[in-house]
């Protein structure tokens, strides 16, 4: 770092399992990427480009090899895989992850109804080519999944093949583990953690307030998501205790 303060906490460095930022991209340009690499590379792990953005996007190749080369892997949105999908294109899609050589996909049915034994055998033959992140919850507000079905499902995903479970929340931060407001239904995520190592997790997170919220909880080295590429350093300090809303986090008792 550019000076020296004590009572930073410990950091995980990348590679890394606990930690991790994941960033959407939602259409920056190759001149934004080489912008964003050059201030966020170094606590970026991961990159989704968003939803279905790849199928419109210029340059897409141009962009996933600066993101590559820059250490960063990249996925595209779980939703893109639910558009092949019903559209009974899953071949397609396994030679789309080849033609953009690929390591990482999303398994997800935040749009579509997929039966979850259905669901579990995509993760497995996923994750015989790449390293599948898969996502649970669904991008309707109107639909509440109970506690302890999360539990199961993540429990069956894993047992699939899957790296990393994505707890849903759209990029707006207002479904799945969210309330419309925003706010964090806490008990639904303490019974997740009840019975999920919560390493194995990775919480959507792209407002302030539930970063703030997760890194309380679950300290600095929480997994969040949906991160907006301007709140990679802002949240960088978040776990630091660099910023006022953790600034006596991490500090010794006494002074704090």
Aim: aromatic share 10%; with cysteine; net charge negative.
């Amino acid at each position: 770092m550019n000076y020296n303060l004590n009572q930073i906490p410990f950091r995980t460095e990348k590679p890394r399992e606990e930690g991790i930022n994941m960033v959407m991209d939602k259409g920056l340009s190759t001149r934004e990427v080489e912008d964003f690499i050059e201030m966020n590379a170094e606590f970026t792990d991961l990159v989704k480009i968003g939803f279905g953005t790849s199928y419109v996007t210029k340059n897409l190749a141009t962009k996933l090899k600066l993101y590559k080369e820059a250490g960063i892997n990249c996925y595209f949105g779980g939703t893109l895989f639910e558009a092949f999908l019903i559209r009974d294109q899953f071949e397609d899609y396994l030679n789309l992850l080849d033609k953009f050589e690929l390591t990482h996909a999303e398994v997800s049915d935040g749009c579509m109804e997929i039966e979850h034994g259905l669901k579990c055998e995509y993760i497995n033959k996923l994750a015989q080519k790449v390293t599948v992140l898969s996502e649970i919850g669904s991008k309707d507000e109107n639909k509440i999944i109970a506690p302890y079905i999360w539990t199961e499902m993540i429990k069956k995903e894993r047992e699939a093949g899957s790296w990393k479970i994505i707890a849903e929340a759209r990029e707006g931060g207002n479904v799945g583990i969210y309330r419309g407001t925003g706010e964090v239904r806490s008990g639904l995520i303490e019974e997740i953690l009840h019975g999920i190592d919560g390493k194995h997790l990775l919480w959507e997170a792209p407002k302030k307030a539930q970063q703030v919220w997760f890194i309380k909880l679950l300290g600095n080295n929480v997994n969040l998501g949906n991160i907006a590429p301007n709140d990679v350093i802002p949240l960088e300090t978040l776990r630091l205790g660099l910023r006022g809303d953790t600034f006596f986090d991490f500090l010794d008792k006494e002074q704090a």
